[in-house]
Nanobody, 122 residues
Framework: QVHLEESGGGLVQPGDSLRLSCAAS????????MGWFRQTPGKEREFVAA????????TYTDSVKGRFTISRDNAKNTMTLQMNSLKPEDTAVYYC???????????????WGQGTQVFVSS
């Protein structure tokens, strides 16, 4: 069992940057693949980015490539999402997710945080 807690959301203007953090309450954080998802009202939750257990493999949805950077610190049990050049369409509730699987190519995340709101508007 792992508890995830996001922080860092807020209201920003287009072109601004924001850094989201996810703190995990587990002593085996390095055994969890981690990801960020986002959801807007009336839409399904969508994948944003993921990072492998060791941090060497990072994947992004096309719409955020070159703007967002996912990273993790296994010593501090934390994961971050650095979001640059934010656009109004990035507005969503952002969720931190985890799965205890460092091998399988396609995974289903089974631990979720409560979400943090990001609002991009001028």
């Amino acid at each position: 069992q792992v508890h995830l807690e996001e922080s860092g959301g807020g209201l920003v203007q287009p072109g601004d940057s924001l850094r989201l953090s996810c703190a995990a309450s587990t002593g085996t954080f390095s055994r969890y693949r981690m990801g960020w998802f986002r959801q807007t009202p009336g839409k399904e939750r969508e994948f944003v980015a993921a990072i492998s257990c060791g941090g060497s493999i990072r994947t992004y949805t096309d719409s955020v490539k070159g703007r967002f950077t996912i990273s993790r610190d296994n010593a501090k049990n934390t994961m971050t999402l650095q979001m640059n050049s934010l656009k109004p369409e990035d507005t969503a509730v952002y969720y931190c997710a985890a799965v205890r699987d460092c091998i399988t190519a396609q995974v289903t995340y089974n631990y979720w945080g409560q979400g943090t709101q990001v609002f991009v508007s001028s």
